[in-house]
């Protein structure tokens, strides 16, 4: 043991202040241990084209084979667990590293149950901090909503998913990760989210047709957008920079056009409940310009009496105009920023490619949600 040379005193230890794990870490460790626990979340979402040929082209991480793609998981694992000294996942990583047909062989079964046991300890070492813990469970819900729906399960399994209930509970969770998910993107992914609630409230009864092929024909476009979008939420809040926030111009319009259909909204309304303060003004200055006509002889007398009634009502126009303008341009930055957020949103929405009625199509634009388009020459099964 050393001890200072002048007082043979021991120093005093000074307190290690564990580092904050980075933002979207948690997160990212949630969705790794529903992976983990689900190897059906393993699966690629996407065949490459032309297919992955091993001979001539080196694999991406989709295109690895079960033992390889486990191992590559774990390690990921392993590095997401470094800001947590007090969780260990050895045992995880040991039964991983087993050989399937070794004397001692690798067990789906027994690995279940140790990545059930590591998930109980990292819930434990995240109970003291409620942002982290609402990443983690965030983590594990989103990919839940995501993978969860199939095709056997039936329309309805699919259309519970976005119940009000369960997009309250993400959007709560969203809402407290706070500064454990990059910023901005709780409320860029929780409107995405609402684009998605809303296209599945006006396709439910499409749905859920009574011909029975309705959904089995719908149900692979469906889920499979489902998941690419559950790949484009991870890659948001995880600040992957292969995804960007920054709004391509289609997001742009689409925000555009929201805006537009927000003031056509509120104008309507404002109409529909205050007519009959627009219509009294209508009267009184028919009124007034009725008098003014009928009173006065001459063309001259006329038209300069009409030119005073312009003048007062052209001052007190510009009054009220004035006083709408400071109004609203109090509120410009706000707007901004509200339209800028829903660009962001429709940056990162991915919705089924699925071919909407007009009377869809008017459901869905009342809500502000646009139909995806659909490259009919491009997007089509390839054929052998």
């Known amino acids: 043991m050393s001890t200072n040379s002048e007082n043979g005193q021991v120093p005093p230890v000074q307190a290690v ?57 774990v390690a ?5 667990l470094a800001p947590f000294p007090g969780v260990s996942d050895a045992a995880v990583r040991a039964e991983a590293a087993k050989e399937p047909g070794s004397a001692d062989p690798f067990d789906q079964g027994t690995f279940d149950g140790l990545v059930g046991e590591l998930h109980l300890a990292i819930l434990d070492e995240l109970a003291d901090d409620i942002e982290q813990l609402s990443a983690y469970q965030l983590g594990l819900a989103l990919s839940d909503m995501c993978w969860l729906g199939s ?8 259309i519970a998913i976005f119940r009000r209930d369960q ?3 993400m959007q709560t969770w969203l809402n407290g990760s706070g500064s454990a ?59 992957n920079p292969d995804v960007s926030l920054n709004p391509a111009m289609g997001a742009w319009v689409q925000a555009a056009n929201s805006i537009a259909r927000a003031t056509r909204t509120v104008t309507l309304t404002i109409l529909r409940r205050f007519w009959w303060v627009v219509l009294v003004s209508a009267a009184a200055l028919a009124g007034l310009l009725y008098l003014v006509i009928s009173s006065l002889s001459g063309a001259s007398q006329v038209w300069a009496s009409l030119a005073t009634v312009g003048a007062v009502l052209g ?13 609203f341009g109090g509120i410009g930055y706000e707007v901004w920023s509200a339209a800028k957020l829903d660009a962001q949103a429709w940056n990162v929405t991915y919705l089924p490619a699925m071919t909407q009625t007009t009377k869809q199509r008017s459901q869905l634009d009342s809500r502000g949600v646009a139909t995806p388009q659909i490259r009919k020459n491009v997007d089509r099964p390839v054929t052998s």
């Open 17 to 73: 202040i564990p580092v904050p794990p980075p933002a979207g870490s948690v997160f990212a460790l949630g969705w790794l241990m529903a992976q983990l626990f689900d190897g059906r979340r393993r699966a690629s979402l996407a065949d490459r084209q032309p297919p992955f040929d091993a001979a001539v082209q080196l694999p991406l991480v989709a295109n690895l084979d079960t033992e390889d793609l486990l191992s590559f998981l």
């Open 76 to 80: 990921d694992l392993h590095d997401l």
């Open 151 to 158: 095709s056997d399960g039936g329309p309805d399994t699919f």
């Open 167 to 169: 997009v309250a509970a």
């Open 181 to 239: 998910i990059p910023p901005s993107t709780a409320t860029i992914v929780g409107q995405s989210l609402s684009k998605w609630a809303d296209w599945v409230d006006v396709n439910a009864p499409k749905l859920r047709a009574s011909n029975a092929s309705a959904w089995a024909s719908s149900a692979d476009v469906v889920l499979g957008a489902l998941r690419m979008q559950g790949t484009i939420w991870h890659s948001a809040l995880t600040a």
């Open 315 to 327: 001052g007190g126009s510009a009054g009220l105009g004035s006083g709408v303008s400071r109004a």
